[in-house]
């Protein structure tokens, strides 16, 4: 089945403590996202990747970290996380959007900063 | 830089209606446009695209879009609206030929079908 899998799919931490949310996608896909949902903002890009080892920033990318070693995994990565930084947040994978291609959204995960 | 507006924060309409909700963009050149729905507790699912061609596409669940260039928009059309249809909608906008890299969603638009 092709799937898109976030972990963890909820998260309450502290101001300052690192953390990592994994995706990964099955589908062989080279073009995988972030994005951040925020009620009244819709959702906003925060990285992007094209490929392994390349990636470039997204309208959000202040605070956030991405690496992309493998094809199917894309994590995210907040050094310090701030209270601004809850949100809802998704990662995407697809092929590079041609007229016969779907881009494939993880479940999300939920984050709460303190 | 491209840019997505969807004018209203909720549209209502009974089941069996016609249901429109309503997108435009700004974005130069030839844009790509996308619908992606995100139904109760649940992710974001693609809906359709408009890359090039017939000014009218055709998506997943009986959902259609009609690209105006003229009018830059791009409105989500369905001919006969389910109460399982009620979701949240973004439109989004990519500049052209990037496909899906570099998308620009739209504040979303709460669709509500009453039986």
Redesign the interface.
Known sequence: EAQVTQNPRYLITVTGKKLTVTCSQNMNHE?M?W?RQDP??????IY?S?NVEVTDK??VPEGYKVSRKEKRNFPLILESPSPNQTSLY?C?S?L????Q????????TRLLVL | AQSVAQPEDQVNVAEGNPLTVKCTYSVSGNPYLFWYVQYPNRGLQFLLKYITGDNLVKGSYGFEAEFNKSQTSFHLKKPSALVSDSALYFCAVSPPNTGFQKLVFGTGTRLLVSP
């Open positions: 073009y996202s994005y009244g903002l819709g959702l906003r890009q992007y094209m997204g309208d998704f995407a697809s590079r959007g041609g007229v291609e779907t881009q494939y959204f993880g479940p999300g």
